[in-house]
């Protein structure tokens, strides 16, 4: 029993690695999405989580802000916003040495000028003359940084990067993606299980051989397509239908295969019974086998639309990528490129990107293993 | 193109399908009720409108495109010209398209088997905890996320500054934490190929994951206890229960994820764009999909050389279909 016990412990300390190893690169990507742009360009995002020491430098106000009190031209004014949280432990008042100044003593410009700062940040500037530059001096602080987070990187990447629009774009392609496989399909899977035509078993091997043949088989013949129906109609093919329809054919296969499967489960009884009654193929598709595929329709609804948010390659080879068609991944890739060191805007994009994606994950997490599950029973 | 716009385009195409098979079969249903004579003829009009709009898709996006596609493979750039095998010749000479067929090899080694081994010992730790499902939960995630999305996140992991500089990467951060110099991991050739791989290893483990828990769930719970009262260790029933218990699901697994590393294409063109030696088939194939104008033939070729990978996987599973009818 006790050896038991070990063991059990050593599953649960190996599983916790694990977790902590799946986890750890999401959130950090999490976390650095919230964080200050420019402390996350000079710090990892793991310091975040913790009060940690910054160096900072900051400019007093100019002469605009003095005023004259006790014989003395005065600037008086605070380092920080509101409730930023720091409380500085030193400063200083030249970059060779930072750290000169423990808070709250008095330091001394080379213009006589004298400058103390309290620990949040508000500072007393004097002077016997009068202050004649509109800048004000450096002030050099090393302060204790509380956790801080903002939604600011959101705001910028939905509204000034494109990433808003972008999100649009793939809803627009995702969606039709989706539901137009689903409706033909549950059609020719119902086909392929209960009528009997010539060529059937032979149908049903070309969809079981579809499942695997790459999509890149594809690509070329269909762009070629795609172009000479532009030329001939001076419609571009390249747009939303067109793209629609790729994301239909490449998913045809393997949803014909989960939805034929489904279908074939469910009993036959009930189908003779509906036909000695006189209900035809349609009524009986609509009646009976609609209301029970449900289940099935919601996991291969899941299947699919992910694929088709989450994929790049069909967006990119069958759109243009102008701002009104580019979707998501496509326009992170872009980003990838253009703003490679801009890490808030990245993280903060691909974190956009995965909303979707992981709201359908922890809300419908049933029927997407499911779906998984059924799918690679046999495929 | 404004929200409504394209919201009114989406929604009218998705009811373009839907009026498409009601109407049509509410048709055949008025006139087909008026007589009985009429049933065999009513039926095979029933089959071409069920079938029609799938079979037109599967024909114009699989089926022409495949014949194309060998088609074209001997054909010059534009596909006007007769060549013969001189764009298989290219290929086998061409050094990035050697350097691309290793890489492709390298990740259908690593891979699956890597992405399969976990997902089995993970499955088998989180079957026996409380708190297992959470953390299959957790494993399972990345699967939801895009390639793309999921380079952005490792590329924050592998992220670069100079020695001096504070690294903002984690495993640089953890590298130098240990007095190691920091190193520009995606440009290291042939290891940058092993960094690529960890990121779909990452991915897949969880695919693995939720198929070995469904399975391991079909496991009859007596043969486990009597192995247990016998004093058979953990390790015992894992390798002589467990593992031949589940031959044929890490089998299936196995494939499921060979088929997808065989395609893979995000994630190498968000992170390296094939640059450092780390190019695989897919990526060499949409290059030259685009490069110089574009070359039909080199790209159908390429094409063709991932889809004899998947072959074998193709046959064993029309192999298994005909069983099936049989019984």
């Not at chain 1, 793209?243 to 014909?256: K, P, Q």
């Not at chain 2, 029609?52 to 194309?68: D, K, M, S, T």
């Not at chain 2, 486990?224 to 699901?249: C, H, N, V």
């Not at chain 2, 033939?297 to 889809?307: D, P, Q």
Request: hydrophobic share 50%.
């Amino acid at each position: 029993m006790k050896k038991f016990q070990i063991s059990s412990f050593l599953s649960q300390l190996l599983l916790l690695f694990f977790v902590i190893l799946w986890i750890i690169p999401t959130f950090g990507l999490f976390i650095s999405s919230l964080r200050d742009k420019d402390l996350l360009a000079i710090s990892g995002w793991w310091t975040s989580l913790t009060t940690t020491k910054v160096n900072e430098i900051y400019r007093m106000s100019g002469m605009t802000e003095q005023i004259f009190e006790d014989g003395f031209f005065v600037v008086r004014g605070s380092l920080f916003e509101d409730n930023s949280g720091k409380k500085i432990e030193t400063f200083g008042i030249t970059s060779k040495n930072i750290n000169e100044f423990v808070v709250g003593e008095i330091a001394s410009f080379k213009d006589n000028s004298q400058v103390t700062v309290n620990e949040v940040g508000e500072y007393i500037w004097k002077s016997e003359k009068e202050f004649t530059k509109k800048k004000g001096k450096r002030l050099f602080i090393t302060a204790l940084s509380p956790p801080s987070f903002t939604f600011d990187n959101y705001k910028e990447v939905l509204f000034k990067e494109g990433i808003g629009q972008a999100f649009l774009n793939t809803t627009a392609v995702a969606l039709p993606s989706t539901l137009i496989p689903l409706i033909i399909c549950s059609f020719f899977a119902y086909a392929l299980t209960w009528m009997k035509f010539f060529g059937r078993d032979t149908l049903l091997a070309v969809i079981i051989a579809s499942l695997v043949v790459p999509l890149q088989m594809s690509l070329i013949p269909i762009l070629t397509i795609y172009n000479d129906f532009g030329a001939l109609f001076g419609v571009a093919a390249k747009s939303y239908p067109g793209v629609w329809m790729a994301h239909t054919g490449f998913g045809l296969a393997s949803t014909t295969f989960l939805l034929r499967n489904f279908i074939k489960s469910l009993p036959i009884e009930m189908m003779e019974a509906a036909k000695v009654d006189g209900a035809s193929h349609y009524d009986i598709f609509l009646r009976i086998i609609l209301p029970l595929s449900i289940p099935a329709f919601a996991s291969i609804f899941i299947l699919q639309f992910l694929w088709c948010w989450n994929d790049l390659l069909v967006g990119l080879v069958f759109l243009d990528q102008v701002p009104s068609e580019i979707i998501l991944t496509a326009k992170l890739k872009e980003l990838l490129g253009s703003r490679g060191e801009n890490w808030e805007i990245l993280t903060t994009g691909a974190f956009v990107s995965m909303t979707v994606p992981l709201f359908i994950f922890f809300a419908l997490q049933r029927y997407f293993i499911r779906g998984l599950v059924a799918g690679s029973v046999k495929g | 193109m404004d929200v409504l716009n394209l919201f009114f385009i989406v929604f009218l195409g998705i009811l373009l399908f839907i009026l498409y098979f009601h109407i049509s079969n509410s048709i055949l249903d008025f006139y087909g009720k008026k007589t009985d004579r009429r049933y065999n003829f009513e039926n095979s009009i029933r089959v071409v409108i069920f079938i029609a709009p799938a079979f037109i898709v599967l024909f114009i996006f699989i089926l022409y495109p495949v014949f194309e596609t060998i088609r074209l493979s001997f054909y010059d750039k534009f596909g006007r010209e007769f060549v013969g095998f001189y764009n298989y010749r290219w290929a086998v000479n061409d050094p990035e398209f050697q350097r691309s067929i290793l890489n492709n090899l390298g990740w259908l080694l690593i891979v699956p088997t890597l992405s399969t081994f976990f997902g089995l010992v993970i499955a088998n730790l989180a079957d026996r905890v409380w708190w297992g499902s959470i953390a299959k939960s957790i494993i399972f995630m990345p699967m939801a996320i895009s390639f793309v999305g999921a380079g952005v996140i490792w590329k924050f992991i592998y992220e670069y500054r100079g020695p001096g500089d504070t690294q903002i990467g984690l495993l640089n951060a953890i590298i130098v934490s240990f007095g190691y110099e920091p190193q520009a991991w995606l440009t290291i050739p042939v290891w940058n190929n092993v960094f690529l791989m960890a990121i779909m290893i990452w991915i897949q483990t969880g695919l693995a994951l939720v198929i070995f828990s469904a399975a391991l769930r079909g496991i009859p719970k007596e043969t486990l206890e009597a192995a247990r009262i016998d004093g058979a260790s953990e390790f015992k029933i894992f390798f002589s229960i467990i593992i031949p218990y589940l031959e044929q699901t890490i089998l299936v697994i196995w494939t499921l994820i060979t088929i997808i590393v065989l395609r893979i294409f995000d994630i190498i063109f968000a992170m390296t764009n094939g640059e450092w030696q780390t190019g695989v088939l897919a990526n060499l194939m949409y290059d030259w999909m685009f490069r110089g104008g574009g070359d039909s033939g080199r790209g159908s070729v390429l094409a063709i050389v991932i889809m004899i990978g998947v072959i074998p996987i193709l046959a064993w599973n029309l192999y298994k279909h005909r069983q099936e009818q049989k019984i």
